[in-house]
């Protein structure tokens, strides 16, 4: 069974930081990710890495967040600095990338960031 566990999210300041790892068990995929989905908007891609660390980020988003995975402890992790209001959204976490999306989902965890 595949599970994808997301923690992390909350409430923060804008300029503020969080940190948010998503541990995956079930399934061992070469590219992990994070998208996020605001109130009213589509879904969209924040960031994904490889198993050889190779990243991949939304353009609007580089030199702010960071996207990372621990292999051995199956887990990826997101560090988002400078948060902005604009970031307020649901971060959702994937695993096995299958054409333009992940086929596997975490359930999501609010990030809220205020002005």
């Known amino acids: 069974q595949v599970q994808l566990v997301e923690s992390g999210g909350g409430l923060v300041q804008a300029g503020g930081s969080l940190r948010l790892p998503c541990a995956v068990s079930?399934?061992?995929?070469?590219?992990m990710g994070w998208f996020r989905q605001a109130p009213g908007k589509q879904r969209e891609l924040v960031a994904t890495?490889?198993?050889?660390?190779?990243?991949n980020y939304a353009e609007s988003l580089k030199g702010r967040f960071t996207i990372s995975r621990d292999n051995a402890k199956n887990t990826v992790f997101l560090q988002m600095n400078n948060l902005k209001p604009e970031d307020t959204a649901v971060y959702y976490c994937?695993?096995?990338?299958?054409?333009?999306?992940?086929?596997?989902w975490g359930q999501g965890t609010q990030v809220t960031v205020s002005s």
């Open positions: 994937g695993s096995l990338w299958v054409g333009d999306s992940f086929r596997y």
């Open positions: 079930g399934v061992n995929s070469n590219t």
């Open positions: 890495i490889t198993r050889v660390q190779t990243t």
